[in-house]
């Protein structure tokens, strides 16, 4: 009977060993990010279609780690989804927009709960804690026009610095 505990925390502690030895290895993963068609900017309701794939990621369960991303626009969009993260599959979004502005994209490896991967950062110093992706296109941005100032806008800015 005394044999089963220790079989059970022998297990268990193979179990961490092997997750913390496979998590070490997400460290040198990175998550790039492109347009399928090769550029940044687009005719209004032109069709995006942005990859995002995972460098280093050959043995990533899918399981476990997935592409949480968040579209956001200055046509006022928001649309968020979370997909499997796959080294050899990668998750392809597709939008537009169809006025002048930008389209933004960040993405993030989260795990199942939605927490993001943090990189150790005593190894690590040099990259960004997240795995993540930032990044968008832009619909005609040579015709976005300027506004004016708010009336209140240097009253508001010397009450800020007080």
């Known amino acids: ?16 060993a ?5 998590a070490g290895d997400l460290d040198a993963v990175f998550m790039r990010g492109r347009t399928l068609e090769d550029k940044v900017f687009y005719a209004p309701g032109e069709k995006m279609t942005f990859e995002l794939s995972l460098t280093d990621a050959e043995n990533l369960p ?14 006022g969009k928001r649309e968020e989804g979370k997909s499997p993260a796959s080294a050899a599959k990668p998750l392809v979004l597709a939008t537009s927009l169809d006025r002048p502005g930008f389209v933004r994209i960040y993405a993030e490896l989260v795990d ?3 927490k993001p991967y943090r990189r150790d950062e ?13 990044g968008g296109a832009g619909v005609q941005p040579e015709k976005l026009q300027g506004v ?3 009336a209140d806008f240097d009253a508001f800015w010397a009450k800020q610095k007080a």
């Open 1 to 16: 009977m005394k044999k089963l505990p220790m079989a059970g925390f022998a297990a268990f502690a193979a179990f961490c």
């Open 112 to 114: 199942r709960d939605g």
């Open 18 to 22: 092997g997750f913390a030895a496979f």
């Open 62 to 75: 899918e399981d476990v780690w997935f592409i949480k991303w968040t579209r956001t626009g200055d046509d």
């Open 122 to 134: 005593t190894k690590y110093r040099h990259e960004a804690g997240l795995i993540f992706f930032d």
């Open 148 to 150: 004016p100032e708010p």
